[in-house]
């Protein structure tokens, strides 16, 4: 009897094509393929396929954003722009939200939106896959560096040999990513170089970007179908990024001050504050000085007082890119609404679970398994309520909570993580229900 070989070739065609269908990164995928010729002819007859396969099993969720981005360009209004370029930009916004929601799945957009569902496109083209996989190789960089920040943070606060340090899941990880892919999302839309724009009407931004209503006369906007507890996952890596970009003019200009480089002028960070893949070169052109500001947020470092100037400068480019839409936009969501805040809060309890389509522990936990409206900055226009005579002594420590509640991310870990967290010291006081001022009506995250 002839020995039977054992070799991946001798297997069914179809079955060997499953096999590379079923790996789990790209990376994965371009290492199996290099093995032998036989894998990478096999992969050259099959790639779309299999490249989209693989990108699925990689960005779960996030594969309708990472597609939409293909689409999405950054706008290129130009500080000149006049109303009727205004009018035309909105326009764009408005019908480029409802590409978006065509895109996602169903199950992910409310009731009042999933007519905008359409039909499957099918698989991308060669060059848009290839676009989806450098893409997704500048947002891989940016995760790996999210992590080994936080993690690195949580070490350092006591959380060594406790779930707090332990590796990202899956869920943790996709999370992650898609909140840079929807970060990118929103920074393409933000028509930047509009911002110093004399008598620029911000209102009309407000409704071109996070409109909800049907009302007759009125059109969605691009990120309608995003709840706020998604939109905290986008201002967790937003935060994240404001304060890296902080740290490396920082630590550019104190390595060109001892002669080891190069300054970093302030007015050059806006670009890779604004582009993902311009952050990454940017990362890689300057290691020393991407690994000193990294070190710099692990151990909550803030620039030394001395360099106001330099900052006030930096504020200029950095800023409004965080503050307008984190702030500005939830103030719009309150002023155009009959309820307070507090009535926000008490519209629904949710399903809370590790997955990426549901309500994720970490927000869940700090509004007391509530739902409310608030995300990023509009978090600190929480009141106590009924009020409290001593709010003004409290509203400082209130603060401070949500700053460091958001700038450790907690919004993106799974429930394992973040009560091995909340054991440690340095986030004691990031208790259930904080957010709310641990009101007696409020009831504890399942």
Same mark, same amino acid.
């Given at each position: 009897?002839?020995?039977?070989?054992?070799?991946?070739?001798?297997?069914?065609?179809?079955?060997?094509?499953?096999?590379?269908?079923?790996?789990?990164?790209?990376?994965?995928?371009?290492?199996?393929?290099?093995?032998?010729?036989?894998?990478?002819?096999?992969?050259?007859?099959?790639?779309?396929?299999?490249?989209?396969?693989?990108?699925?099993?990689?960005?779960?969720?996030?594969?309708?954003?990472?597609?939409?981005?293909?689409?999405?360009?950054?706008?290129?209004?130009?500080?000149?722009?006049?109303?009727?370029?205004?009018?035309?930009?909105?326009?764009?916004?408005?019908?480029?939200?409802?590409?978006?929601?065509?895109?996602?799945?169903?199950?992910?957009?409310?009731?009042?939106? &999933?007519? =905008?569902?359409?039909?499957?496109? +099918? $698989?991308?083209?060669?060059?848009?896959?290839?676009? /989806?996989?450098?893409?997704? #190789?500048?947002?891989?960089?940016?995760?790996?560096?999210?992590?080994?920040?936080?993690?690195?943070?949580?070490?350092?606060?006591?959380?060594?040999?406790?779930?707090?340090?332990?590796?990202?899941?899956?869920?943790?990880?996709?999370?992650?990513?898609?909140?840079?892919?929807?970060?990118?999302?929103?920074?393409?839309?933000?028509?930047?170089?509009?911002?110093?724009?004399?008598?620029?009407?911000?209102?009309?931004?407000?409704?071109?970007?996070?409109?909800? &209503?049907? =009302?007759?006369?009125?059109?969605? +906007? $691009?990120?309608?179908?995003?709840?706020?507890?998604? /939109?905290?996952?986008?201002? #967790?890596?937003?935060?994240?990024?404001?304060?890296?970009?902080?740290?490396?003019?920082?630590?550019?200009?104190?390595?060109?001050?001892?002669?080891?480089?190069?300054?970093?002028?302030?007015?050059?960070?806006?670009?890779?504050?604004?582009?993902?893949?311009?952050?990454?070169?940017?990362?890689?052109?300057?290691?020393?000085?991407?690994?000193?500001?990294?070190?710099?947020?692990?151990?909550?470092?803030?620039?030394?007082?001395?360099?106001?100037?330099?900052?006030?400068?930096?504020?200029?480019?950095?800023?409004?890119?965080?503050?307008?839409?984190?702030?500005?936009?939830?103030?719009?969501?309150?002023?155009?609404?009959?309820?307070?805040?507090?009535?926000?809060?008490?519209?629904?309890?949710?399903?809370?679970?590790?997955?990426?389509?549901?309500?994720?522990?970490?927000?869940?936990?700090?509004?007391?398994?509530?739902?409310?409206?608030?995300?990023?900055?509009?978090?600190?226009?929480?009141?106590?309520?009924?009020?409290?005579?001593?709010?003004?002594?409290?509203?400082?420590?209130?603060?401070?909570?949500?700053?460091?509640?958001?700038?450790?991310?907690?919004?993106?870990?799974?429930?394992?993580?973040?009560?091995?967290?909340?054991?440690?010291?340095?986030?004691?006081?990031?208790?259930?229900?904080?957010?709310?001022?641990?009101?007696?009506?409020?009831?504890?995250?399942?």
């Amino acid at each position: 009897m002839a020995r039977q070989s054992l070799c991946l070739s001798a297997l069914p065609l179809e079955l060997f094509d499953m096999v590379m269908m079923e790996l789990d990164t790209i990376r994965d995928l371009a290492n199996f393929v290099s093995t032998t010729r036989f894998a990478y002819q096999r992969f050259i007859i099959q790639r779309r396929t299999i490249l989209f396969r693989v990108l699925e099993n990689e960005l779960g969720p996030a594969l309708p954003d990472a597609r939409f981005l293909l689409v999405f360009s950054a706008s290129s209004i130009s500080d000149q722009t006049r109303d009727d370029k205004c009018e035309k930009y909105w326009d764009w916004i408005h019908v480029m939200g409802g590409v978006y929601r065509g895109m996602l799945p169903q199950n992910e957009l409310p009731p009042n939106m &999933r007519n =905008d569902a359409r039909a499957d496109p +099918g $698989l991308p083209r060669i060059d848009e896959l290839i676009s /989806l996989c450098r893409t997704l #190789h500048h947002v891989n960089f940016l995760t790996d560096t999210y992590i080994a920040t936080q993690l690195g943070f949580f070490s350092l606060a006591g959380g060594d040999g406790t779930p707090a340090t332990a590796p990202p899941s899956r869920p943790e990880r996709q999370r992650i990513m898609r909140a840079f892919y929807r970060r990118q999302i929103v920074s393409n839309a933000w028509a930047p170089t509009r911002h110093s724009l004399p008598g620029r009407d911000w209102g009309g931004d407000f409704v071109a970007l996070l409109e909800t &209503r049907t =009302d007759p006369g009125r059109r969605l +906007g $691009l990120l309608a179908s995003l709840g706020p507890w998604e /939109l905290q996952l986008v201002d #967790h890596v937003d935060h994240f990024i404001m304060r890296l970009g902080r740290a490396i003019v920082h630590r550019a200009a104190e390595a060109a001050a001892q002669g080891r480089g190069d300054e970093i002028a302030a007015a050059h960070v806006k670009y890779p504050n604004l582009d993902l893949a311009c952050l990454v070169r940017y990362l890689r052109l300057y290691p020393d000085v991407a690994a000193a500001a990294t070190d710099d947020l692990q151990a909550e470092r803030e620039p030394p007082a001395g360099d106001e100037d330099e900052f006030s400068e930096l504020g200029e480019y950095l800023y409004p890119f965080e503050v307008c839409w984190y702030e500005c936009l939830w103030e719009v969501f309150d002023l155009e609404t009959d309820r307070t805040v507090q009535e926000w809060f008490w519209i629904s309890d949710v399903v809370v679970r590790d997955r990426l389509d549901q309500v994720p522990y970490g927000w869940s936990d700090a509004m007391a398994g509530r739902y409310g409206p608030c995300y990023g900055r509009g978090l600190h226009r929480v009141s106590p309520w009924p009020p409290r005579v001593d709010f003004g002594e409290s509203e400082e420590r209130h603060f401070f909570r949500i700053e460091l509640w958001r700038l450790a991310g907690f919004a993106l870990w799974d429930q394992k993580r973040i009560e091995a967290l909340k054991k440690l010291k340095r986030f004691e006081n990031l208790k259930t229900g904080f957010v709310t001022f641990d009101m007696p009506e409020c009831t504890a995250a399942s």
